[in-house]
């Protein structure tokens, strides 16, 4: 089975993320995780960039929804979460078939269970698939957390494999990548991110276990060509990890 390939896009504006999208289709991906202000790493679309998104995507499965209130830490109060719930509602009502999520509590960064579990549930109740987010990479044991998402059942983790707010990316964490699988054993999906391009996911494929372990691989910047998503560099990505 082939490796799917999820392409970020940042909702600039419903033209933009419709381009964007569509680039990303016609150069071969799976899967778009749709986001707004990525300068914070990310937060929740508006409704009509997510309406653009599903448009351009028309009826493929793989479209996914960012669901941050704001940026800074993971940690969200009482009204936070709520806005939250509500976001996953409105998602779903637009036509995401998952969303992305996070949430840790202060001050250890561990994974905030009460939080997790009823984000999940939303999301559950109206049949979208969950991704949790690297928020993960922020988390002081990412082996503990793991073990609480799969119990919690999320269906994705995206990491870098590398402390959350470093300057390394996955060719960096390949060792805990290729950990986080091996313990995963494919009770979920782990979505390799940060740092990848259409130059070096071949070397970090060839360090993971993806032939008999869950994996996808995930791209934002390296397949922009002066702000805009590149039907080049998503199929160069696309190709490479077709080898796999």
Partial sequence: MSIPVEICINSLNPDYVYRSVAAACEGGATRIELCDDMSVGGTTPTIEALEAA?????????LLCMIRPRGGD????????????????????????????????????????DVLGRLVDTAKTRNLTVTFHRALDATPNMFESLDVLIQYGVDRILSSGTTWGSADGAFEGVRMLEQLMLKAENRLEVVVGGGVDPENIGKILQQLPVANHSASIHAYSSVLD???????????????????
């Fill in 54 to 62: 599903r448009k351009a995507f028309q009826d493929r499965c793989g």
């Fill in 74 to 113: 993971f940690s969200f109060g009482t009204e936070e979460v709520l806005l939250m719930e509500q976001q996953i509602c409105d998602a779903a009502k637009v036509g995401a078939d998952g969303v992305v999520i996070g949430a840790l509590a202060l001050p250890a960064n561990t994974i905030n269970r």
């Fill in 226 to 244: 002066e702000g805009e998503v590149s039907v080049e560099r998503v199929r160069s990505l696309c190709a490479a990890v077709e080898s796999f």
